[in-house]
């Protein structure tokens, strides 16, 4: 069981190229999220999956699009970045009534 | 609404015991605890429900406080390895998904 895997681990972009983050977890749950975390500002959430084929806004959604392509996969991305976007992305999976599972991270840097 | 988590900042001898405090301004469902060492991801400790049920790690316990609004994570006979960030997370109405709202996190290392 490899949990909830990220990838890539670190990347640097140009304000205005756009990427996209991969996360994946094999534990069978229904629901995900993406998380930035900052230092001082704790995790806040961007985006979540209850379950598959449902995605919906969290805390700060501004500038990022989501995609749950499946049970196990759920893509965060940037269409154009910018300095604001520099941070540690997480993504995390949760079952019913249970703890979340987070990945390892994408630390981002925009330039 | 972020809950307020008390103290900032803490530190303890090996065997000391610590207690962290998340308070929140709304009704709550539920609170998490989480633990995160520096560099790497959080890593859940315990869930506290509405109605008192609860579930625990090893020496750590939680208390929740439904009417205070309020959750204190209870460290017994700390260790080296209890070292790093503690974040509460709070949630306001139960749903399929655990949409939290985290603190900003209590500071704890142990020493020798």
């Known amino acids: 069981n490899a949990g909830v895997t990220q990838t890539p681990k670190f990347q640097v972009l140009k304000t205005g190229q756009s990427m996209t983050l991969q996360c994946a977890q094999d534990?069978?749950?229904?629901?995900m999220y993406w998380y930035r975390q900052d230092p001082g500002m704790g995790l806040r959430l961007i985006y979540y999956?209850?379950?598959?084929?449902?995605?919906d806004k969290g805390e700060v959604p501004n500038g990022y699009n989501v995609s749950r392509l499946n049970k196990r996969e759920f893509s965060l991305r940037l269409e154009s970045a910018a300095p604001s976007q520099t941070s540690v992305y997480f993504c995390?999976?949760?079952?019913?009534?249970?703890?979340?599972?987070f990945g390892p991270g994408t630390r981002l840097t925009v330039l | 609404q972020q809950p307020v988590q008390s103290p900032q900042a803490v530190i303890l001898r090996e065997g000391e015991d610590a207690v962290i405090n998340c308070s929140s301004s709304?009704?709550?469902?539920?609170v998490h605890w989480y633990r995160q060492k520096h560099g790497e991801a959080p890593v859940f400790l315990m869930i506290?429900?509405?109605?008192?049920e609860q579930k625990g790690h090893e020496k750590i316990s939680a208390s929740f406080n439904e009417k205070k609004q309020q959750s204190s994570l209870y460290l017994t006979a700390s260790q080296l390895s209890y070292s790093g960030t503690y974040f509460c997370?709070?949630?306001?109405?139960?749903?399929?998904?655990?949409?939290?709202?985290f603190g900003t996190g209590t500071r704890l290392q142990v020493t020798l």
């Open positions: 506290l429900l509405k109605g008192g």
């Open positions: 999956s209850a379950s598959e084929g449902t995605t």
């Open positions: 995390a999976s949760s079952g019913f009534l249970a703890g979340k599972f």
């Open positions: 997370g709070t949630e306001k109405m139960g749903g399929t998904a655990s949409k939290l709202t």
């Open positions: 709304k009704a709550l469902y539920s």
């Open positions: 534990m069978n749950h229904n629901s």
